[in-house]
């Protein structure tokens, strides 16, 4: 299980104040109260003073010294008493915000997918040219229709790292293809799909998508382009089953090709969509 820490949280908030989205209250306040703990628990040793100058003095200053070195050691020791609970409040003040942050993503995400979506139509149907070194500088069409989508990709590929910033809060997204999997996910295996072979239509664009990690205009433009897919931020938790999702097709569609007649692939692809 994945356990949240401070500093994700920290980096929860400065996302969603980056995208301009309304941090509760309680989160700023736990968050202070966290701080001011973490400080007190730092607090440093008095500064020795300055040895007097006769022997009479001597006992009464370094008993003042020493108290002055026990106090500040007790209240560090009594600091880390509530250090964990401190922690623990901001973390779980931000979780409890992440929701409502990773929607207010959803209108801005849904603008620039429209605007890749709308250049998509006048670039070159080949992906792999999209490319700056590829891309033909002298056609004014093509030369707009990129400058759209490379300036609407910029901006997504920034929210799609602060989206994962505010829900790593609330839970790891995962491994392997996250990134897909935070802005769509695939349709859900049903025996029928899966002995239509359905999931040679799914795998891919799964793998376009991993070819083109180096191209995100590309990556973007084939991604609005594919019919496959449904496009959408990931709320916390659902990249996780979004991906998932790969592993039910994949599984359900090795049961069909292990069956030997076509009423055991129906039963073993149903016990897998089922287990």
């Keep these: ?34 701080a001011a703990v973490y400080d007190t628990g730092r607090t440093p040793d008095p500064e020795r003073p300055a040895l007097p100058a006769t022997a009479a003095q001597a006992a009464a200053v370094i008993q003042q010294h020493a108290e002055a070195l026990r106090l500040a050691d007790v209240t560090r020791r009594a600091a880390d008493l509530f250090a964990d609970e401190a922690a623990e409040r901001f973390v779980t003040e931000t979780r409890a915000a992440v929701p409502k942050w990773v929607a207010g993503l959803d ?39 990129y400058t759209k989508a490379e300036g609407a990709v910029v ?29 769509a996910a695939l349709p859900e295996p049903t025996v029928q799909t899966v002995m239509d072979q359905g999931w040679q239509d799914l795998h891919p ?7 083109l990690h180096q191209q ?28 998932g999702c790969v592993e039910l097709w994949r599984d359900a569609t090795h049961a069909r090709s292990a069956a030997r007649t076509l009423r055991g692939a129906h039963e073993l692809v149903a016990q897998a969509l089922s287990a």
């Design 1 to 34: 299980m994945y356990g949240a820490t401070t500093a994700d949280a920290e980096r929860a908030v400065r996302a969603a104040e980056r995208r301009k989205l309304p941090v509760p209250p309680e989160v700023y306040e736990a968050k202070r109260l966290q």
């Design 107 to 145: 209108k801005e995400f849904c603008t620039l997918v429209g605007v890749v979506r709308k250049a998509a139509t006048k670039l070159p149907e080949d992906v792999t040219l999209l490319d700056p070194k590829r891309i033909d500088w002298n056609d004014p069409v093509t030369t707009a229709a």
């Design 155 to 183: 901006q997504l590929e920034q929210l799609v790292s602060d989206r994962a910033d505010i829900a790593r809060v609330a839970g790891s997204d995962g491994g392997r293809d996250n990134a897909l999997f935070s802005v």
């Design 205 to 211: 664009v799964l793998a376009q998508w991993r070819d």
């Design 216 to 243: 995100p205009v590309a990556r973007w433009v084939y991604l609005v382009r594919q019919q496959a897919l449904t496009l959408g931020l990931a709320t916390p938790g659902q990249v996780r089953e979004r991906a």
